[in-house]
């Protein structure tokens, strides 16, 4: 009997907020697995910030694409937004 563990497959998803056109985030891309490795290293070539949330990332991925984030989650991924446009404001000024 081995005693190693199985290594989680990793999952991936991707928002996008626009408010002139939505009233809440959209999914925009997800998966799992190879797919999940290719959103993530999407975003870090595009210096796209990216929060390690298991959980948040297993409720986001029962969401249909291109559709809004259900208002169970806003909670947490206006924390999530406000942090990156903290992020932008840094970067934007310390690049100026």
């Keep these: 009997m081995s005693t190693q563990k199985k290594k989680p497959i990793k999952r991936a998803v991707a928002l996008q907020y626009q408010p002139s056109k939505h009233a809440a985030p959209v999914v925009t891309a997800k998966g799992q697995g190879f797919v999940a490795e290719k959103i ?29 984030i259900p208002p169970a989650v806003y909670q947490v991924v206006a924390e999530i937004f406000s942090f990156i446009y903290q992020l932008n404001n840094r970067y934007k000024k310390e690049n100026a």
């Design 40 to 68: 993530i290293a999407l975003a870090k070539k595009e210096n796209i910030p990216i929060k390690d949330d298991p959980d948040l990332v297993q409720l986001l991925s029962q969401v249909d694409l291109d559709e809004q």
